[in-house]
């Protein structure tokens, strides 16, 4: 999803409790980050990582004594507006979100990152998955920020020299072209020296389940709210 692109059409009960439950939803994400970090960097040995994986372990059970079954779907935040807080890019409850942060620009969406050693493919590089990640999501915010939100048809990318890790890195999605429900988009990453390290062009559909609650495309979600079994897209209210 979009991470707060859309207005819920769920009203919060108690928004001043439910900020300060995401204040620690998001501090927990933040601490699991660095512990994935710090898993993949450590040249600790035995009997320390023994110790810490059963410590691991222990916190572990202590998170599932209350948790639910399934993936997150999307939920109503504090601020009155849809969240896919599980998102892997840019999820407020995920510790492998980089997190992606979007600003809007003209014709489209910008956004600064850095990933770490825990996204390393080849030597000191960003993995190519998760380079067609980044583009994915932004090209995506960039269709769904003008009123479009549509799932990915395609992604072409192109992988022009390596996304180096730990560099200050900016991507950037613009709108090429809208027709109807679908929304054709493109994009690059760039790094510090102003190279182009990869490039994409997309093409986002609204799915039919989705487009009978859109009505049109506004850029709001209006009473959206999936079928079951149609997708695992669910809305909480
Ligand atoms: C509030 C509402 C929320 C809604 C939802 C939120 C999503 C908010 C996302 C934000 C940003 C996310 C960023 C990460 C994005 C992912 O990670 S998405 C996950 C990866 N993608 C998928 O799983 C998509 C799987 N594929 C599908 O679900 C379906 O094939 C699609 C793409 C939705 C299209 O199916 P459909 O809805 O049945 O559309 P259909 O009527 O068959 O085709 C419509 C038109 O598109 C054309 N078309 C279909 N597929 C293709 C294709 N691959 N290539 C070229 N043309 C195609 C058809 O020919 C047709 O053309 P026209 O005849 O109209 O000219």
Redesign the pocket.
Known sequence: ??DGT?VSPYPVEDPQSLAELERAQGDLARAVGRLVDATVRTRQERPVLDEVTARVDTLVERLLEQAQEGPLGIETSSDGRLRDHANPMLGMRNPIAPPLVMTDDEGGVTCTFSLGAAYEGPPGCVHGGFVAAVL??VL??A??RRGV??????LNTTYRRPTLLGTDLVCRGRIDRVD???IFASGEIVDPQGEVTAEAEA??????W?RE??GTPTGD?GD?APPAGETG?SPTP
């Open positions: 999803m979009t859309f994915d999501q995506g915010t269709a769904a939100p549509g799932l990915t048809a395609y109807g429900w679908k093409l986002f559909i609204v799915p039919r989705a609650h859109l979600a959206f897209v």
